[in-house]
Nanobody, 121 residues
Framework: VQLQASGGGLVQAGGSLRLSCAAS????????LTWYRQIPGKERELVAG???????NYANHVKGRFSISRDNDKNAMYLQMNSLKPEDTAVYYC????????????????WGKGTLVTVSS
C-alpha cells in the first residue's frame, strides 16, 4: 500500500489550496484518514481527521478554515485549506488506517510522503 499526497505549493496569505491524498495497492477498506503537518523545528501535529463514517475533527487553529473530505470510491481524501496564514506553512502528511488483507481487521497505519505548503505574507 502506498499513500501519495499532492497539491502543496506557494500561496499568498488569505489564499487557498487543496491537498489530495490517494491510496493505492491492496486495499480492502480504509478506516480513519488523517492529515498532519510538521513545521520546521516542531513536532508533527494533527490537522484534521475523518472516520469511515464521515465524522470529522479539526485542530482548533484550523477550524472554520480547513475542510477534510474523502472519496471512498477513489480511495482518496482531500484537505481544502482556505484563508491560509503564514503560520500554516509546513509539510503536510496524510495518514490512513488501511485493511490491507482480509484478516487484518484492525488495519495498518500508513504514511504518505509530505507535500510542502508555503504561505507568504
Amino acid at each position: 500500500v502506498q499513500l501519495q499526497a499532492s497539491g502543496g505549493g506557494l500561496v499568498q496569505a488569505g489564499g487557498s489550496l487543496r491537498l489530495s491524498c490517494a491510496a493505492s495497492g491492496t486495499i480492502f477498506s480504509i478506516n480513519a484518514l488523517t492529515w498532519y503537518r510538521q513545521i520546521p523545528g516542531k513536532e508533527r501535529e494533527l490537522v484534521a481527521g475523518i472516520t469511515s463514517g464521515g465524522s470529522t475533527n479539526y485542530a482548533n487553529h484550523v477550524k472554520g478554515r480547513f475542510s477534510i473530505s474523502r472519496d471512498n470510491d477513489k480511495n482518496a481524501m482531500y484537505l481544502q485549506m482556505n484563508s491560509l496564514k503564514p503560520e500554516d506553512t509546513a509539510v503536510y502528511y496524510c495518514n490512513a488506517r488501511i485493511r490491507d488483507s482480509p484478516t487484518n481487521y484492525l488495519g495498518t497505519f500508513y504514511w504518505g510522503k509530505g507535500t510542502l505548503v508555503t504561505v507568504s505574507s
